[in-house]
């Protein structure tokens, strides 16, 4: 007959010392609640001794056991499903990590507004209610040359409030050649057709002609939308109108052209050399290709698109959000479309994004945007680095590493087939199949995402932060 009586009560519980820590942590009920499973858990298998290793042979050791349980339990309760992790993929606007790591400026930013109440909605010179729409709207206009500008909380959603506000019940042309798909399984057709905008599709798939769009103008036309091809590329006998030439077409028929523009890249408004740091684009295999044909807002804007609709969070290096800039007239109408409430965004988007646009006016968007300054990081100081971490590994003897050429890529849907020329350090374990390293890295204390090439693992440190070269370091030595 087991002995019951081993078994602490909850009261005697709450008095150890490790209980108490558990309880200023977790709070009271949740600590009672995981003592009561605990304790009934211990009791379920006293009375079937084959569920038990070791019985416990005291009241001592029941409650150490039932407070280790309860600890793990807890522990396992309250962990977050979002964990910081290690990018090593060399994908640096990686959408399963969260696309744009924000710069310090945009975190400080969030903590400075978050914890207190701000005007959000309130106008102090007046002392009266405001409008939270124009909180970014200065640091846009200044930097992108546009007249106004709005935001909300996804590119796909400014696509389709733009739609919803500007071509409802009527046709916007689009190339056939442009109807994307966008990750998710979300596509430009969908989206158009909730925005109450019909489609009318013009050209082939490889080649539209001005013509094709001027021939499908009528009086129910209400838009002509460009959409850039940001995650795939058309290649070979093809053709397409320039922007200018639809600006013109629309100019002369009386239909406004606007764009859904994708990743946000400002790498172009203002002096290059400032942008970069001094860094030449040949210091970086890729990057100048790159600059030449990644489009830029600026240059959207300047050719007179009447509304360009972009992402926060891929070039841009900002959060998620999608801002639409362009004329003031239809970013008016676009502000009072009764759908901006339900896509607006909250004072934590206000407070990154402004951050991060701050940087960019200030001319440091080099050194302080995580994704500019990895864009812009070249292969030789990735080297330097990949020889510290490989020569902390080479103690252990567990390990063979080699640095070697490889490619980066921006990820996020954006830049299709463009490669940055990198250096990768590739790992292999004395006993470990790459699989095997590869999963024990993902399992790490702070996770490290990795990839195999060549039947080697390898890791690329243009999306490392520096400060985690130690945390690759110690998560290799820690698998044996």
Known sequence: MPDFRIIPSIEQLRQRPGVADLLAEYGHVAVIEALRRETDALRSQLADRAALTRAPASGEEAAALIECGVREALARAFQSTLRPVINATGVIVHTNLGRAPLAPAAVAEIERLAQRYVTLEYDLERGERGHRDTHAEPFLCRLTGAEAAVVVNNCAAATMLMLAALAHGREVIVSRGELVEIGGGFRVPDVMAQSGAALREVGTTNRTRASDYAEAITDRTGLILRV?????????????????????LGRDRGVTVVEDLGSGNLL???????????????????????????????????????????????????????????????????????????????????????????????????????????????????????????????????????????????GGGTTPNLRLGTRLLAVTHQSLSPDSLEAELRRSGRPVIARIENDRVVLDLRTVFEDEDDGIVEALLAIQ
Not at 231 to 244: A, C, D, K, Y
Not at 315 to 325: E, K, R, T, V
Not at 347 to 357: C, E, Q, S
């Open 228 to 248: 850039h091809r940001s995650n795939f590329t058309i290649e070979g006998f093809t053709e397409q109108p320039s922007l200018q030439e639809l600006v013109s």
């Open 268 to 410: 172009g408004g203002l002096s290059l050399a400032t942008q970069l740091g001094g860094i030449s684009p040949a210091d970086v295999p890729g990057l100048d290709a790159l600059l030449r044909d990644e489009p830029t807002v600026q240059a959207s804007l300047a050719a007179g698109i009447g509304v360009v609709c972009v992402s926060g969070d891929k070039l841009l290096g900002g959060p998620q959000a999608g801002i639409l800039l362009g004329r003031r007239d239809l970013i008016q109408v676009i502000r009072r479309h009764p759908l901006m409430r339900a896509l607006r965004v909250d004072k934590l988007t206000y407070a990154a994004l402004t951050g991060t646009l701050a940087e960019y006016a200030a001319g440091r968007a080099h050194e302080t945007i995580p994704v500019i300054r990895m864009v812009t990081q070249t292969p030789a100081a990735i080297e330097a680095r990949a020889a510290r971490v490989a020569e902390a590994l080479r103690a252990s003897g567990r390990y063979r590493t080699a640095i070697i050429d490889g490619q980066s890529t921006v």
